[in-house]
């Protein structure tokens, strides 16, 4: 079948090229085009792949946190959950060697000067995506064991009530990168 196809290609090609059949240079050509145009989207899509982890209907989607922080700091982690299933589901817990424990947080309050008022854990509704972001909702990972750095992860896993337990990387991206408020 996948040979059917690809002489398919070259007849087509063979076409293009008003010849019965094609050089391999037009070959070349073709493909090196075709590579030219689709490699950028291949890279990105390699190098930010995405969910990071999915079970029992839920996906983690492109945990990151932004800056420098101290062993003995807290970090401000950001993450998009995909609750497809058609049940509610909670993130329960955060678990990490890199630091002594979590705390999941939501801002109290409109006003400039917003305090984060500690939850016990995060309600994923049915079939939508739930995106903890800056100012708004975040996990605190409360005093790392570790200098943390751009360019460098976290391994963590969520647990989640029904989904169980995930396993992921926060990454640590440079403070002037663009947040990321959502992922499709």
């Known amino acids: ?16 090229e008003r010849v019965d059949s094609p050089s391999l240079k037009a070959v070349g050509r073709t493909v090196g085009l075709a590579l030219i145009g689709v490699g950028p989207f291949l890279l990105l899509g390699m190098t930010h792949t995405e969910p990071v982890a999915r079970a029992n209907g839920v996906s983690v989607i492109h945990p990151w946190s932004s800056g420098t922080a101290l062993a003995g700091d807290d970090l401000r982690v950001f993450v998009t959950f995909d609750n497809a299933a058609p049940r509610l589901d909670r993130l329960i817990a955060v678990e990490t060697n890199e630091a002594s424990s979590f705390v999941f947080e939501k801002a109290a309050g409109r006003s400039p000067t917003r305090f984060m008022d500690e939850l016990g854990e995060i309600d994923l509704a049915p079939t939508t995506k739930t995106s903890l972001k800056p100012d708004y909702q975040q996990i605190r990972l409360v005093g790392l064991t570790r200098k943390v750095e751009p360019g460098t992860t ?12 995930l396993k992921a990387e926060i990454r640590i991206e440079n403070p002037g990168e663009p947040q990321h408020f959502d992922h499709s």
């Open 154 to 165: 976290i391994p963590v896993d969520f647990i989640f009530a029904r989904a169980g337990r």
């Open 1 to 16: 079948m996948i040979g059917t196809g690809i002489r398919k290609f070259l007849d087509a090609l063979g076409r293009a």
